[in-house]
């Protein structure tokens, strides 16, 4: 069964309807419920409505992640009762990008940022382990962003949300640093732990708030929720610890890219076609 946060919309409602596409129960956790919620498009019932309707399995869970005083052992515990099962995967893509100048960024702002960009997913990781060490299987995949990498400094001066990447930048790198030391930890348990970006961006509905990027620097959905695939079904012994990229693992695994329903190939974004000058991993 997986476990999927911030799966209203984007990233978190591409990665469910793939991983359903596959067989997986989902448990779909965000904080909008119905449609209308939220100003943007997308929600937990229709989301668990279409995969329902194709002969899937899912629940939704409103919740606010970024919450202190939510009890996240709840939300493990109604997915498991409601599905029938452990969680053996955990996609943690909820999260705040918050891009201002580092003078300008409140203590507000800081605390929501690494509620649920840092804490979140560790928590949660931390609740989930003891039940996928049961199941003798697992694997935590965590969506960070290129923004963790440190930015270019004069001459070759870093321009973009890297300009204004302080907070955001730094709550991604915590996470990518948890990630590599929480897959020493589970070597032995058959549970991989990775974190993976697009390789620049995916333009979601909520992303034109934060990125402005050419057309020809996105990707489609599709590659990004392909290469969360793949670090679901990795064999532990061999895609484990990994801080990587969308599309620079779908061309080191020569994977295939299925649309989100996994009923065909997604033309133009097969590992033979995409532009070697893209990958950053």
Same mark, same amino acid.
């Given at each position: 069964m997986a476990l999927v946060t911030g799966a209203s919309r984007g990233i978190g409602e591409g990665a469910a309807l793939r991983l359903a596409a596959e067989? =997986?129960?989902?448990? =779909?956790? !965000?904080?909008?419920?119905?449609d209308g919620d939220h100003r943007l498009p997308g929600s937990l019932e229709q989301l668990v409505a279409a995969i329902r309707s194709d002969g899937g399995k899912a629940v939704g869970i409103p919740a606010d992640l970024s919450n202190p005083s939510l009890d996240?052992?709840?939300?493990?515990? @109604?997915?498991? %009762?409601? #599905? /029938?099962?452990?969680?053996?995967?955990?996609? &943690? &893509? !909820?999260?705040? !990008?918050? *891009? @201002?100048?580092?003078?300008? #960024?409140? %203590?507000k702002r800081w605390r929501i940022a690494y509620e649920l960009n840092v804490w979140a997913p560790w928590d949660l990781a931390r609740l989930v382990l003891p039940g996928m060490r049961e199941l003798g299987r697992g694997a935590i995949v965590n969506i960070s962003s290129g923004v963790a990498e440190p930015p270019d400094l004069p001459p070759n001066r870093a321009s973009g949300p890297t300009m204004t990447g302080c907070l955001y930048g730094s709550s991604k790198a915590a996470l990518n640093r948890w990630t590599s030391g929480l897959a020493a930890e589970t070597w032995d348990d058959n549970i991989t732990v990775n974190a993976i970006s697009p390789e620049a961006a995916v333009m979601t509905p909520g992303a034109g708030d *934060?990125? &402005?990027?050419?057309?020809?620097?996105l990707e489609p959905m599709e590659t990004m929720c392909e290469a969360i695939l793949a670090l679901c079904i990795a064999n532990p012994q061999e895609l484990?610890?990994? +801080?990587? *990229?969308? #599309?620079?693992? +779908?061309?080191?695994? &020569?994977? !295939?890219? *299925?649309?989100?329903? /996994?009923?065909?190939?997604?033309?133009?974004? @097969?590992p033979a076609e995409i532009d070697p000058g893209r990958l950053r991993g």
């Open positions: 067989g =997986a129960a989902v448990a =779909a956790v !965000a904080r909008t419920r119905a996240r052992a709840e939300i493990v515990a @109604q997915a498991e %009762e409601e #599905l /029938g099962s452990k969680v053996d995967i955990l996609v &943690n &893509n !909820a999260a705040r !990008a918050f *891009y @201002q100048p580092f003078t300008e #960024l409140t %203590e *934060y990125v &402005n990027l050419p057309p020809e620097s484990t610890g990994r +801080i990587t *990229y969308s #599309l620079s693992l +779908i061309c080191e695994l &020569n994977r !295939a890219v *299925y649309t989100l329903d /996994g009923s065909e190939l997604l033309p133009g974004w @097969q």
